[in-house]
């Protein structure tokens, strides 16, 4: 029996939400790999995020066999008292300028063999000394960093006229569910692209909530050529060395068609295999990679030149309390009958590091 919308059912919301995850998959495949979270209670959505103190940094200079000022990127993985490694060397840190970026170094600690320094080598944390019979070390804080990503309004509304409804349709019991059904799709297609492509932004009574694209900003490699196994396996280096991997993870690799398609004619290495099942009707390949094996899932609404690496359990898609996707049906007005659908929702993605973006791909 098609829906019969009366008079009294106007002013009454019905949510659309599970409609809206099985309209399309194929065209809104990023809101179908996530689905949607708890609600929000604030169109500023808020979280804070933990990290441990870095264990590695690079040089910034070059320092001859005996020098005792080493420069670096970053002097947060040190304290005075650390112990750190270059090569086979080990170095004792024995003064730390925050300002110049500067560790006053022993050479050649624990009878290690000393060498000249280039730029660019790699400087690693082992360990703090530890004395026997030393008082407590001054503790270290690293504080929370605050995280927030604003809600954004997607509305249609849905509007026959009294002659439409009259007028048989082939194929279509009820025009009024039939119209809403594509504004539902509509919306979600726009979702999904703000997901992908939003930019924060805010203006008086606007807001837009910032895309999955704009939040990653540490892993990402401008290839500049064609799509290969070793790009990939790189970027997820990079996501390893970040600790993305060390709590497990849903990660899924999202390309468009032209990529998609790359990826099918990489070098013999990769390894892809075709799920017997289907998630949400949809059929997902896999890549196995030197870091894991990662879904491929195809979207259409990615820059051609484009791939995304994320992990689908560290990204929420989160609705304003009482404003997840709903229809309301507003009555008749004059000769024609009017409803609406609406919807307000942010992104919610969890420590960009664990993420990454290869672009720039021919």
Known sequence: MPKVYDESLIGKKESVVDELLNLNPHQTPLLNAIGF???????????????????????????????????????????????????????????????????????????????????????EFLFDEGVEGADARAARYKARVRKSNLTQIFTDSIEISGTAQAVAQYGIDNLYEYEKQKKQLELALQLEKALINGVSFESGQVRQMKGIRQFITSNVTNVGGALTLAAINTLAQGVYDAGGFANGGDYKIMVAAKQKIALSGTDANKIVLTRGENTRGQVVDKIVTDFGEFEVVLNQNLASDELFLFDANRAKIRPLITRDFSHTYLGTKGDYTTGQIIGEYTLELEQEKAHGRLKGLT
């Open 37 to 123: 979270a708890q609600p929000v209670t604030a169109v500023e959505h808020v979280w804070f995020e933990d990290e441990m103190f870095p264990d590695e940094t690079t040089t910034s200079a070059s320092a001859l066999i005996d020098a005792v000022a080493i420069v670096v990127a970053d002097v947060t993985p040190f304290r005075v008292g650390s112990v750190a490694k270059i090569g086979d060397e080990l170095l004792y840190v024995s003064a730390i300028n925050s300002g110049t970026k500067t560790l006053t170094v022993t050479r050649g600690y624990a009878s290690t063999p000393a060498a000249a320094v280039v730029s660019g080598a790699k400087v």
